[in-house]
């Protein structure tokens, strides 16, 4: 009996020895160096400018993912840089041109909204045809849905890119 319960805390020992070296490794691959500001604004300037070379090709959803990873580094880019910020004062060109990217950021929003409506309702009457047992009539209703979707969602992306091409003008003092 004793030596049973020997063996057995000697292994639970050694197990213990074992999970303790291999999470130590782990936690030393898993977190990865945070890149500094440069080099950080100059990922998100990339990322920002795949996603409208994606948005032309049509590729939406590789578009929205390069989008939403700019829009990242970004909002931590304004975390860590607050103060900087508060300092640096705009010129006259990146002011004018901050408007000029607003503006068109809002008339693109504001075309694709009107769109998601018609798309809805567009889906709501395909719906309700099929159930009148209109099958033609409602699948052209909802690949009209669909397209309206799809214009929707492109405008929606490019006015995130305007947005973002705001952040990119407003952090160019990182990567001189």
């Given amino acids: 009996m004793y030596l049973f319960r020997r063996n057995q805390a000697i292994c639970l020992l050694a197990l213990v020895l074992t999970l303790a070296l291999a999470g130590a490794g782990w936690s030393q691959t898993a977190t990865p160096t945070p890149p500094d500001s440069a080099s950080a604004y100059r990922q998100a300037v990339a990322y920002l400018d795949q996603a409208e070379q994606q948005l032309t090709?049509?590729?939406?959803?590789?578009?929205?993912?390069?989008?939403?990873?700019?829009?990242?580094?970004?909002?931590?880019?304004?975390?860590?840089?607050?103060?900087k910020l508060a300092e640096r004062e705009l010129t006259a060109q990146e002011s004018q041109q901050l408007a000029i990217n607003q503006k068109l950021a809002n008339e693109a929003q504001a075309q694709a909204d009107p769109l998601l409506e018609t798309a809805?309702?567009?889906?709501?009457?395909?719906e309700e045809l099929r159930a009148k047992g209109q099958a033609e009539a409602g699948d052209a209703a909802e690949r009209e849905s669909k397209d309206k979707y799809l214009q929707a969602?492109?405008?929606?992306?490019?006015?995130?890119?305007?947005?973002?091409?705001?952040?990119?003008i407003i952090f160019r003092f990182l990567a001189p």
Wanted: aromatic content about 4%; proline content about 0%; charged content about 25%.
């Fill in 57 to 83: 090709a049509k590729n939406l959803s590789a578009a929205l993912s390069l989008v939403k990873q700019s829009n990242e580094i970004f909002t931590r880019l304004q975390k860590e840089s607050a103060g």
């Fill in 120 to 126: 809805a309702a567009k889906k709501k009457e395909a």
């Fill in 153 to 168: 969602q492109t405008l929606s992306i490019k006015s995130a890119t305007y947005a973002l091409r705001n952040q990119q």
